[in-house]
C-alpha cells in the first residue's frame, strides 16, 4: 500500500485534471515553482502557477462552465463575468477542487509581450513525466534569477540549471532576461 | 561533517539527473502528499475553529 501511495503525488494529478479540461478551449503555460519541482526538486508548494492566453468572454465562460462541471471551483466568485473582470484587469484568479483549500491553481491572462511570447515558445518537458505545456527551461531559470531572485526562486533556478547542465541555451535565457529588463523593471 | 542544506540541494539535483525516475520520484512523492496533507489537515482545524470562510481568507488572502 505504501509503494501505492508514493506512485503519484496530489500536484501532479490536480495538474492534469486542471489541464485536461483547459486544453480543448485555451492555449495555457503551467510556470514558475511546479516547473522545478515536476524536475524533481525536493520542496512543497500549495498553488501552481497558469497563463492563459488572453480569452473571449463567452469562451471564457464555456473554460468556466466546463471546470466547474469537472469539480473546480473559482475562490474569488462562482460568476463567470466577474472573475472574467478580475482577469482582464490583470489579477489572478484561484481555482480549487470544489470544498478544499489546497492544492489551487492560480490562472491569470497573458499581459503583456512576455507573457505573449513564453505562450508562443511553450514546451512539453519529457522529464517532467507529465504531458502538459509548460514555459521554457531557459524561460523559468531566467524569471527566477532576474526578476523573482527570493531564495526559493534562486534554489528553484539553480536546480532547473543542475537537472539541464549542458543542455541550456544561455543566449536564450540571457534574451528572456533583457525582455524581462524592458518590460518589467 | 553534517550536511548542509546547499549539499543536500546539489546532491538531490545530481540523484534527479543522474538516477532512474523510478529510483527518485516515489521519495519526492511521498514527501509531497505529506506536505500536503499536513496543509490539508491545518486549514481543516483552522476552519472548525473560526469557520471556513476565515480559513478561506488566510489561504488567499481574498
Not at chain 1, 501532479?12 to 522545478?36: C, H, N, Q
Request: proline letters at 2%; hydrophobic letters at 40%.
Amino acid at each position: 500500500m505504501e509503494r501505492a501511495v508514493a506512485d503519484t503525488n496530489i500536484l501532479d494529478t490536480f495538474v492534469k485534471d486542471f489541464v485536461a479540461v483547459v486544453e480543448p478551449l485555451a492555449r495555457y503555460i503551467i510556470v514558475s515553482g511546479f516547473v522545478a519541482i515536476s524536475h524533481g526538486r525536493m520542496r512543497g508548494t500549495e498553488d501552481i502557477d497558469m497563463i492563459l492566453e488572453r480569452l473571449e468572454k463567452d469562451t471564457f465562460k464555456k473554460l468556466h462552465e466546463a471546470l466547474v462541471q469537472a469539480g473546480f471551483e473559482c475562490v474569488q466568485s462562482s460568476d463567470a463575468t466577474t472573475i472574467y473582470e478580475y482577469l482582464t484587469s490583470n489579477t489572478a484568479v484561484r481555482y480549487v477542487r470544489k470544498g478544499t483549500f489546497v492544492p489551487e491553481m492560480e490562472v491569470k491572462f497573458a499581459k503583456d509581450a512576455l507573457d505573449d511570447d513564453q505562450l508562443k515558445r511553450r514546451v512539453k518537458l519529457p522529464l517532467s513525466g507529465l504531458d502538459v505545456w509548460f514555459s521554457s527551461i531557459e524561460t523559468n531559470i531566467a524569471f527566477k534569477e532576474e526578476l523573482l531572485k527570493s531564495p526559493k526562486d534562486l534554489e528553484d533556478a539553480a536546480h532547473l540549471r543542475r537537472v539541464y547542465e549542458g543542455e541550456l541555451d544561455e543566449e536564450e535565457i540571457e534574451r528572456v532576461k533583457a525582455l524581462i529588463r524592458r518590460l518589467r523593471l | 561533517m553534517r550536511e548542509t542544506h546547499q549539499d543536500f540541494l546539489e546532491r538531490w539535483a545530481r540523484i534527479v539527473r543522474e538516477r532512474p525516475r523510478e529510483e527518485w520520484k516515489p521519495i519526492q512523492n511521498a514527501f509531497l502528499n505529506a506536505q500536503y496533507e499536513k496543509a490539508v489537515r491545518f486549514y481543516q482545524r483552522y476552519a472548525e475553529q473560526h469557520g471556513e470562510e476565515a480559513a478561506r481568507r488566510l489561504k488567499t488572502g481574498v
